[in-house]
């Protein structure tokens, strides 16, 4: 167990962070999955912008790799693009 303030003080950040990290990324793993069992092209297409900002979020504080988002996205939209209409 830390034995400073300072130390204690961080353990608690982390803490908080991990738990807000953890969060968001299942969050975003479950709108990904959601995302995926649409099979409306239209409803597909207005709904990728809103879940490819999602994914930069994520890229963008550090909880998923920039390369991982870029290749999320471009998954989800060959994904959308081979959909019927």
Request: proline fraction near 1%; hydrophobic fraction near 35%.
């Amino acid at each position: 167990m830390a034995n400073h303030s300072a130390t204690k003080k961080s353990v608690r950040k982390t803490t908080k962070r991990n738990e807000r990290n953890r969060y968001q990324g299942k969050t975003t793993r479950n709108a990904i999955r959601d995302f995926k069992a649409l099979d409306n092209k239209a409803a597909a297409l207005e709904g990728l912008p809103n879940l490819a900002s999602k994914i930069d979020k994520l890229a963008k504080r550090g909880i998923i790799h920039k390369n991982k988002a870029a290749n999320l996205k471009s998954k989800l939209t060959k994904n959308v693009l081979s959909l019927e209409k």
